[in-house]
């Protein structure tokens, strides 16, 4: 299985930024997918699920109504669409995912992404 995040870079407070990530190795629909960001020196936090059939999703208190998940099965890819950034958005963003239920948890996850850098500055 190999997850491929991109779309990573620098951005201006209050400017937007769209997440991509590439699945492979599994079936992709079978699979609830997540986004994760870790800024320097803190833990892995959570910031949006979305299940197998792109019904139901999830979305973390701090970037509610900013941030929105989506996911193309047809073409194993899922989204995160970044608007209104702000400087402490600023982070590696991880894409995940789990054969199991939706998880706010990095644990909940089986498969992990290398990571794509965002940065937004003031």
């Known amino acids: 299985v190999q997850l491929q995040a991109s779309g990573g870079g620098l951005v201006q407070a209050g400017g937007s930024l769209r997440l991509s990530c590439a699945a492979s190795?599994?079936?992709?629909?079978?699979?609830?997918m997540g986004w994760f960001r870790q800024a320097p020196g803190k833990e892995r936090d959570f910031v949006a699920s979305?299940?197998?059939?792109?019904?139901?999703?999830n979305t973390a208190g701090s970037v509610k109504g900013r941030f929105t998940i989506s996911r193309d099965n047809a073409k194993n890819m899922v989204y995160l669409q970044m608007t209104s950034l702000k400087p402490e958005d600023t982070a590696v963003y991880y894409c995940?995912?789990?054969?199991?239920?939706?998880?706010?948890?990095?644990?909940?996850?089986?498969?992990w992404g290398q990571g794509t850098l965002v940065t937004v500055s003031s």
């Open positions: 190795g599994l079936t992709f629909s079978n699979y609830n």
């Open positions: 995940a995912a789990a054969s199991r239920g939706q998880s706010v948890y990095s644990g909940g996850y089986d498969y």
């Open positions: 979305i299940g197998g059939s792109g019904v139901v999703s």
